[in-house]
């Protein structure tokens, strides 16, 4: 088991590496950038002397006159091409392609993720600063809905075609119909203080005076305003992991060594948790990762805009629209190497579940 660890781990290297080179390429070859930015805001400012901070760096640089000569950037009409060349050695766009890619994995090697260019603070510092926020989201998203949707799961496939199974799949399928940011403003205008009933906060993870309340409180205080944003995502979660165990577990109960187990006189009971669960539980695991990766980093994105929760999904979605590619890059690193660490612990788990599983073998 050992000798398969080495090896994922070693493949994680040119996957990330990969992956980071395509997004890198697409990021490049995209429409505008952070200097073109920055010339967009020096649009709005009036004559030669307006003044900007840029760069991340704190420092304000004025804006020449125009000389006449042409720039590749939509915008600099009327700068000098010199104060371009600034900007560019701000932002490290003065050096070719290939060595900005490389200086920007030999950084992140090392976890030196640098400063945002419009915010002037450290990569780092600003993720761990939001981490809080989604982690929150993603984990009582991800615990709730498995710890309802496989015993709800294992049930309707014990009762296949009862009246328990066609209205329990009828109220799930109604809830994955539902998009979450429509049900989250719904929510609000309910018991948020929209138009009727506010029961629940409407912004924030914890209260301002959070830090002066006792344990106990602090502990209330931060599940009551995680209620209706963990609600809002739970809704439509609980569709497709129910019916994958429903099925997963159907498949199993027909199978040949589920009819010996019944033929040796053991109960239901002995059968579906001594036998089949093992089995069919395998396809369910295999697919946490994706999916606590997924609720965390991209599904609660509308949420924490609707709520006015400032995590990590609203964090790269403000890095894309101000193009701040270390803020970008800095979240896909982590992000992904995150999410392949999560898919080896999958493959571990499969091991636990079932001990026969033996991937080294398989490899061999």
Not at 227 to 242: E, H, I, K, R, Y
Not at 259 to 274: F, I
Not at 310 to 334: C, K, Q, S, V
Request: net charge neutral; hydrophobic share 50%.
């Amino acid at each position: 088991m050992l000798a398969y660890i080495v090896r994922r781990l070693l493949l994680v290297i040119p996957t990330l590496l990969g992956i980071m080179l395509l997004n890198f390429l697409i990021v490049q070859a995209a429409p505008g950038g952070p200097v073109e930015r920055v010339l967009a805001e020096l649009a709005g400012q009036a004559g030669p002397t307006a003044r900007l901070t840029g760069g991340g760096s704190g420092e304000v640089a004025a804006v020449p006159a125009a000389t006449g000569e042409a720039s590749p950037y939509r915008g600099s009409r009327g700068l000098d091409p010199g104060f371009i060349a600034d900007l560019e050695r701000q932002f490290g766009f003065d050096k070719p392609l290939h060595e900005r890619f490389a200086t920007m994995l030999w950084n992140y090697i090392r976890f030196d993720f640098g400063e945002s260019y419009f915010r002037s603070r450290s990569v780092i510092d600003l993720i761990i600063e939001k981490m809080p926020v989604s982690i929150s989201l993603g984990l009582w998203t991800t615990l709730i809905t498995y710890l309802v949707s496989i015993p709800l799961g294992i049930r309707k496939a014990v009762r296949d075609g009862s009246r328990f199974d066609v209205w329990t799949s009828g109220v799930i399928i109604v809830g994955y119909a539902i998009p979450s940011f429509l049900l989250a403003i719904l929510l609000i205008v309910l018991f948020a203080g929209g138009s009727y009933l506010q029961i629940f906060p409407l912004r924030g993870l914890v209260s301002d005076n959070w830090e002066t309340l006792s344990w106990p409180m602090r502990i209330l205080d931060y599940l009551w305003h995680i209620t209706l944003p963990v609600l809002a995502m739970l809704v439509g979660s609980f569709a497709t992991l129910t019916m994958l165990t429903k099925n997963s577990f159907i498949e199993e109960i027909g199978k040949q060594y589920v009819v010996t187990a019944r033929a040796k006189g053991l109960t239901e009971r002995q059968v579906l948790y001594g036998h089949v669960f093992r089995n069919a539980m395998l396809i369910i695991i295999a697919g946490f990762p994706a999916a606590f990766v997924s609720v965390l980093f991209t599904g609660a994105l509308l949420i924490e805009i609707i709520f006015s929760l400032d995590g990590l999904g609203l964090l790269g979605y403000e890095a894309t629209l101000n193009r701040d590619y270390p803020l970008i890059f800095g979240t896909l690193y982590i992000f992904t190497l995150m999410g392949l660490v999560l898919k080896i612990i999958s493959d571990l788990t499969y091991v636990l579940v079932d001990p026969r599983i033996d991937f080294e073998r398989r490899a061999a």
